[in-house]
């Protein structure tokens, strides 16, 4: 039987056809987007299966010379990589850039923060009681004139704060009337006692926090409650506290054991209150001299503003008066002066003492 030979495969055969059509659809696939005139003129791009692609998805336009995608310069991925754009993100540059600004802040700060500065004084101002007819200090005149003295003192000497002893009450209204700027505390509410001791501020420049009193040994170890209270500068926002104090003197039978008492009191409320690092000013008649600079500043770290030692072994200043200022190490005190001028010995049979006190601030 006579086999019929098959016609010769050619270019139509099947094999030939196949690797054809393979070859069509890599070439569609590898392409991947047609172009397409949109109704209102504009490009759309459409991928393979016949769907827009969005335009974040879109390779930018390819170089004729080199074949490479070209990307708008804000796309921050690799040539021709399809993907939403995002900001560039460096890692740990939030942080830096947070650590850099403080940096500079505290710099800004550092350069332009003054240092609170203000005057204070320790002032008994001779008890109404004692210049009245008959009286101990009977030379002297009424106090009431007296405390118009005080007053005008205080002014010249640019004080803002101070501890006044034996502030009775016609000098306490003389005080209110005549300077309605300066507050006191604890003022009359509490009897004459507690006012006696009062601290006194120019409301112009201190703003009361808080205030307290604490008892003190007095006259035959009676218990008299005697201020101390926290301001802050309304300038600088700084905070101090202010304590003030009046020992007893000998005018009523010997009283060294109440005024040791006493001293032991006011250094433990020193050191409470200058646990948590806020400043402390302390004023007052202690009616002692050394017997009062050396346990106040070995059982603290008061200093006076006069100078003299801090610390165990106690060297007082040259010339001390019964009258003190002192305070916490963070105060830098200058300008100290116990005043006997004409008008303070008119005033006051003790003398006045000033200082100018400076808290923080950037040093020269």
Known sequence: MTKHAGAPAGPGGPLVQGLLAGVLTLVIGAVGVLLVLSRDGDATVVGADGQPVAEANRAGPR??????VMQPEEWLGEPG??????????????RLARAAQRATQREEEEETQAPTTFRVSSFNVLGANHTKP????????????RMRWAVQILAGQGVSVAGLQELQAPQYNTLRSVAPVWQVYPGPGTGPGPLANSVVWRSDVWTRVEAHTVPIPYFNGRR????????????????V????FHNPADAKGPAQKWRNAAVAIEAQLANRLTADGTPLVMTGDFNDRAEFFCPITRSTSLRAANGGSTGSACAPPARMNVDWILGSPDIAFSQFAALETELVNRTTDHPVIVATAAIGGSEE
Do not use: C
């Open 224 to 239: 008299v409650p005697m201020p101390y209270v926290k301001l802050q500068h309304n300038q600088t926002g700084q905070q």
């Open 134 to 145: 008959g009286g101990r200090h009977a030379r002297f005149t009424d106090g009431v004139t």
């Open 81 to 94: 990589e399809t993907r939403t754009p995002s900001p560039q993100k460096i890692r740990g540059g939030g």
């Open 63 to 68: 170089s004729i010379v080199t074949g490479v």
């Open 241 to 244: 506290w202010f304590a003030n």
